[in-house]
C-alpha cells in the first residue's frame, strides 16, 4: 500500500463546475499537506499549504485536512479551462522534511 | 515570490556526455534543496537532498557517482549527470526551501527535459 493515494483520473468537468480532488494518506505522523498543480512540460506549482487539520481559502482554492480520517481535499469553483492541469497533494512529517506526493490526478476543464 | 529557476529547460546530448543543471532560489535563501525525477504521467521520484556546505543526502538506489549534487551557496545546488546513457533520459526538477521563517513549503523549478541520444 502506497503511504498517499490519489486517484490518478483523467478527471473532465465543464467550465464553471466545483472541483473536488482527493487523497488518502496513511501516515499519521504527516502534519503538513500541500496541493500542488503541474502544467505540462513544468515544475509543481504550490497551490495550497496547511499544517494540521481544517480549511484553508485562497480565492477559488479551498484546502481540507481531516486528519482523523487521514483525508485532504482541494476544491476548486469557478473551474476555468486554465485550471486544466495535473494537481498533486504532497505532505511531511515536518516542515523541514521530505515531500511524498500522491500520483497525481489529471483535470480537464471544458470550454 | 520564492522564485526558482532551473536552467537549462532542455538537453539534448550524445551518450557518455556529461550534463550540468543548475537550480536557483532568486529572492530567497535555501539551505535545503531537492532534487527529482519525473517520468511521463508519473509523479515525482525524489532522488537527493542537497544541503549548502555538507554532502547531499541520496535516495536509496540513486548512484552518487553517477548524479554528482554541489550546492556551493545558499541560493545555487547543481545536479550534474555524468556520462549519461539513454536510461538517463528524464524530466528533473529542483526545489528549495526557503531558510527563514520556519514552516516553508517547497518551491518548485520548471524542470530540465534531459534527453540522452
Known amino acids: 500500500q502506497k503511504e498517499v493515494e490519489q486517484d490518478p483520473g483523467p478527471l473532465s468537468v465543464p467550465e464553471g463546475a466545483i472541483v473536488s480532488l482527493n487523497c488518502t494518506y496513511s501516515?499519521?505522523?504527516?502534519?503538513?499537506f500541500m496541493w500542488y498543480r503541474q502544467y505540462s512540460r513544468k515544475g509543481p506549482e504550490l497551490l495550497m499549504y496547511?499544517?494540521?487539520?481544517g480549511n484553508k481559502e485562497d480565492g477559488r482554492f479551498t484546502a481540507q485536512v481531516d486528519k482523523s480520517s487521514k483525508y485532504i481535499s482541494l476544491f476548486i469553483r469557478d473551474s476555468q479551462p486554465s485550471d486544466s492541469a495535473t494537481y498533486l497533494c504532497a505532505m511531511s512529517a515536518g516542515s523541514a522534511r521530505q515531500l511524498t506526493f500522491g500520483s497525481g490526478t489529471q483535470l480537464t476543464v471544458l470550454p | 515570490g520564492a522564485v526558482v529557476s532551473q536552467h537549462p529547460s532542455r538537453v539534448i546530448c550524445k551518450s557518455g556526455t556529461s550534463v550540468k543543471i543548475e537550480c536557483r532560489s532568486l529572492?530567497?535563501?535555501?539551505?535545503?534543496m531537492f532534487w527529482y525525477r519525473q517520468f511521463p504521467k508519473q509523479s515525482l521520484m525524489l532522488m537527493a537532498t542537497?544541503?549548502?556546505?555538507?554532502?547531499?543526502?541520496?535516495e536509496q538506489g540513486v548512484e552518487k557517482d553517477k548524479f554528482l549534487i554541489n550546492h556551493a551557496s545558499l541560493t545555487l545546488s547543481t545536479l550534474t549527470v555524468t556520462s549519461a546513457h539513454p536510461e538517463d533520459s528524464s524530466f528533473y526538477i529542483c526545489?528549495?526551501?526557503?531558510?527563514?521563517?520556519?514552516?516553508?513549503?517547497?518551491?518548485f523549478g520548471d524542470g530540465t527535459r534531459l534527453s540522452i541520444l
Open positions: 501516515n499519521s505522523a504527516f502534519q503538513y
Open positions: 496547511t499544517y494540521s487539520s
Open positions: 529572492d530567497f535563501q535555501a539551505t535545503t
Open positions: 542537497s544541503n549548502e556546505g555538507s554532502k547531499a543526502t541520496y
Open positions: 526545489s528549495a526551501r526557503q531558510t527563514v521563517g520556519g514552516n516553508q513549503p517547497q518551491h
